[in-house]
């Protein structure tokens, strides 16, 4: 008989983490729904504990959002929503591109350059969950760069719920043009590694504006998806 690998708590936390993640991204639970612990737990099997810690995985991750009364749902955002984390975004991230032009060493070069050519083969197979979290990466090693613990964790919580909403949102439309996107990342990457702060703000600037209007017609197109407080039910995640 085969020896097997013992699953660990973590490795059930992935896989329940990876269950609740691919549900989001195929539609099959919805933005603003409440997420219940214990009818997850029920349905996979395992205890409320894996599925808490799932949960944490996927707040930090963006895609779910604790509310003031401690229960948990499904990132949702508005389109005013949005324009303030932009807003915010381009105050905080632009000093984070200018102060990692400042301090990027030669691996660290060589590094964004392995993030962005998966940027773009993600682009070049059209894969939209790919590329969201590809770009995320991408934004992630600049802000860890930068240097400053602090800038980078509150760039996190800002930023990481619009990308996961955007994934969410965009895979089961029709993308805009993935090339075209992560064509735009081009000249505040190079800014950035060449040692140009003032370049690499000014370009980074115009490359978010330019997302911002993307998610503005892509992904907030027709009306907004009504939140609802009904619990994700146990026919929609399969374990």
């Known amino acids: 008989m085969p020896l097997f690998e013992r699953l660990t708590s973590s490795t059930l936390r992935g896989r329940v983490a990876a269950k ?97 050519s998966e940027l773009l083969a993600s682009a070049r197979i059209k894969n939209t969950e790919m590329f969201v979290r590809k770009d995320m990466a991408l934004h992630e090693a600049i802000w860890r760069i930068s240097g400053n613990e602090y800038l980078e964790s509150t760039l996190r919580r800002i930023a990481l719920p619009i990308f996961a909403f955007t994934a969410i949102r965009l895979a089961s439309r029709h993308p805009f043009d993935l090339m075209k996107d992560a064509a735009s990342h081009f000249a505040f990457l190079e800014a950035l590694k060449n040692g140009d702060p003032e370049g690499a703000r000014h370009h980074f600037l115009s490359a978010l504006d330019e997302w911002l209007a993307k998610i503005m017609r892509h992904v907030f197109t027709g009306e907004e998806a009504e939140a609802t407080s009904a619990p994700v039910s146990e026919a929609k995640i399969k374990g």
């Open 20 to 116: 609740i993640r691919d549900a989001l991204l195929q539609g099959t639970v919805k933005q603003g729904e409440r997420i219940v612990e214990r009818q997850l737990a029920s349905q996979f099997a395992t205890s409320l504990t894996v599925v808490r810690e799932a949960l944490i995985q996927l707040e930090s991750e963006g895609f779910v959002t604790k509310k003031p009364n401690a229960t948990t749902h499904v990132t949702e955002l508005s389109r005013e929503a949005a324009k303030k984390i932009f807003s915010v975004r381009r105050v905080l991230e632009g000093f984070a591109v200018e102060e990692a032009s400042r301090v990027i060493s030669a691996q660290q070069c060589e590094h964004l350059d392995e993030l962005y």
